[in-house]
């Protein structure tokens, strides 16, 4: 077992399940948990472990594993000591004799885990994520609790907000898709949102803004994502864009956002950035719940030989997908979809 990439509330619950549902079959299992993830693969680092280091953990945030990101891109590329990776994970799979290896990830981390299944692996996956931006699974666990997190901040800011009559800016993570901003902006109560799926464009920022002062309300909060765009950043080629962020001058768009707010409409503004705590923490109820759900159902098909899988969320049903099909895939936020339309409904403006 293995858990890779950037951590998240839950990881912990998951790796609970698989193996609690693999002691109760019976079965003698045999449980090696690598370290730091891909990297404990790849150089042999690993811990042979028992049921009672999966006691306990259920609540705990972080991954008792530990956990890196190995990047799909130089996957293919020899370390610094000339060391084949794949080749060297097929060869510590093969001595140790495992009958699967169970990747507790999340794209990336897919797309390794989707490789190794190619190169002849028993692999399982699960869908780890703050961000929920796996394709093939409405829900992916972590993102529940980050939502709560990001909630809290925006909540902890309103009141600020309301008694210095100051705009607010949140920058909520997710450099490619807007769910957790989405949710925590619409659960928070803010007023605008922005998220990478709708370019903005600062004039209409600026107008929702100047709207509410004149109904009378004296502060704005913005949910901004990290990868919130502007509709002109949008506009730009891949290799036009690369360029522009080389020479970017703030710490990150809610910087620019509110730079520009200030300087167009002389409002004071301010920017809080929860950053990883919305990683942090115990995982809350829903992803322990969820969590221990794919877990067990991962530990089912481990049982029945059922490989090259990943255990996801559809139509409030776990279901299996193929590895093949969710490695590569991103699951963008539809902005036409009806949570948008609701939003909008409601009186957010997301800057379009
Ligand atoms: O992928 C999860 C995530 O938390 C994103 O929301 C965020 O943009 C990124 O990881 C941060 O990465 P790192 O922990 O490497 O700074």
Not at 24 to 51: A, C, H, K, P, W
Not at 295 to 320: D, H, P, S, T
Request: with cysteine; hydrophobic share 35%.
């Amino acid at each position: 077992m293995l858990t890779s990439g950037g951590d998240c509330q839950a990881l912990n619950a998951a790796m609970r399940g698989v193996v609690k549902t693999l002691a109760n079959s019976g079965q003698d299992v045999e449980i090696y948990g690598f370290l730091e993830g891909y990297r404990g693969l790849i150089y042999g680092n690993f811990q042979m472990l028992t049921g009672k280091d999966f006691s306990g953990i259920l609540t705990k945030g972080g991954t008792i594993l530990g956990s890196s990101r190995t990047p799909f891109k130089t996957i293919r590329d020899p370390d610094e000591n000339g060391l084949d990776k794949v080749d060297a994970m097929k060869q510590n799979y093969y001595k140790l004799r495992l009958d699967c290896l169970v990747v507790l990830g999340g794209n990336g981390s897919h797309k390794t885990a989707n490789l190794l299944r190619e190169e002849g692996l028993n692999v399982v996956t699960l869908p780890k994520t703050i961000d929920n931006d796996l394709w093939g699974t409405d829900m992916t666990f972590g993102f529940q609790s980050a939502v709560d997190i990001a909630t809290y901040a925006i909540d902890c800011i309103h009141t600020t907000a309301a008694s210095h009559g100051r705009v607010f800016i949140v920058e909520v993570m997710g450099h490619k898709v807007g769910w957790l901003t989405l949710n925590a902006g619409m659960a928070g109560g803010a007023d605008i949102i922005l998220i990478p799926e709708i370019p903005y464009d600062i004039n209409k920022v600026i107008k929702k803004i100047e709207e509410r002062e004149k109904n009378g309300s004296k502060f704005t909060i913005l949910a901004v994502a990290e990868g919130a765009m502007s509709k002109e950043v949008a506009k730009m080629s891949k290799k036009d864009r690369k360029k522009y962020m080389e020479n970017y001058k703030y710490p990150s768009v809610s910087y620019e956002v509110a730079a520009q707010i200030q300087e167009k409409t002389g409002r004071e503004v301010r920017v809080t950035v929860p950053g990883h705590t919305q990683r942090g923490g115990s995982p809350c109820p829903y992803d322990r719940v969820f969590a221990s759900r794919l877990g067990a159902e991962a530990g089912e098909l481990i049982l029945k030989g059922e490989y090259g899988f990943m255990v996801g969320y559809k139509n409030r049903e776990i279901v299996k997908v193929p590895l093949d099909e969710v490695a590569g895939k991103l699951k963008y936020l539809d902005p036409e979809a009806t949570i948008i339309k609701e939003a909008k409904l409601l009186g957010i403006s997301f800057g379009d």
